[in-house]
């Protein structure tokens, strides 16, 4: 048998037993030559063993919810990071035809999300109220939701999703609470968490980066 156990390789025992990353993400061109795309940093950190992923991409409600309810089904179940990569503004996301606020998502996601994190990669869309926030934590089922209040830069924010990624995936998995999470990327990774304006809501509170 060697490397294998009931059919399974080791490899594939490790690889089974991480936490997954659900990833949406929206056009961020307007030109279909763009080839602009999240999927290399996810693809990078499988193969660094650290998450395995699955990436869809969406332009409309219609395809963002019909993959909302794909992640409800029972072997994505440990997919618990939904990760909206796409464009967005004050409250809000953009996903290339159609673009929606956090009440209008919130009903999209409704009662979806429990258990798991939804992490915006996208500007803007931590800005505004608090309460606004923790209402969405709360319409949703969420843990938590992680995002940024500034515009953010695609290479910074691409090295910084490197560490948040394999951060939200592994203190998941040992039950970390969220402000646990958000005081060691803050520690860790103060200045870029500051410059991006690093924000994580839970049912009862906005952390912010400062």
Not at 60 to 74: F, K, N, S
Request: hydrophobic share 35%.
């Amino acid at each position: 048998m060697g490397s294998e156990q009931h059919g399974t390789t080791r490899v594939e025992a490790a690889s089974n037993a991480l936490n997954g990353v659900f990833c949406l993400e929206g056009e961020w061109d307007r030109d279909l030559r763009g080839r602009r795309s999240v999927e290399p940093i996810l693809e990078l950190l499988e193969r660094l063993e650290a998450i395995r992923y699955i990436h869809r991409d969406v332009a409309t409600v219609e395809e963002l919810q019909y993959y909302v309810d794909r992640w409800q089904e029972r072997p994505y179940d440990r997919y618990r990071v939904l990760y909206l990569a796409m464009h967005g503004d004050t409250g809000c996301v953009d996903l290339g035809r159609d673009s929606l606020d956090l009440n209008s998502l919130g009903e999209v996601l409704e009662g979806k999300c429990s258990g798991s994190i939804v992490y915006f990669g996208s500007c803007l869309t931590m800005v505004g109220d608090g309460q606004a926030l923790t209402d969405f934590v709360k319409q949703t089922g969420a843990l938590a939701a992680v995002g940024y209040t500034q515009e953010i830069e695609w290479v910074q924010s691409s090295s910084f999703d490197v560490v948040l990624l394999e951060q939200l995936t592994r203190h998941l998995g040992d039950g970390r609470r969220t402000d646990y999470i958000f005081r060691r990327l803050t520690e860790q990774h103060g200045d870029y968490a500051r410059d991006l304006g690093l924000t994580i809501a839970a049912k009862t509170r906005v952390y912010y980066a400062e």
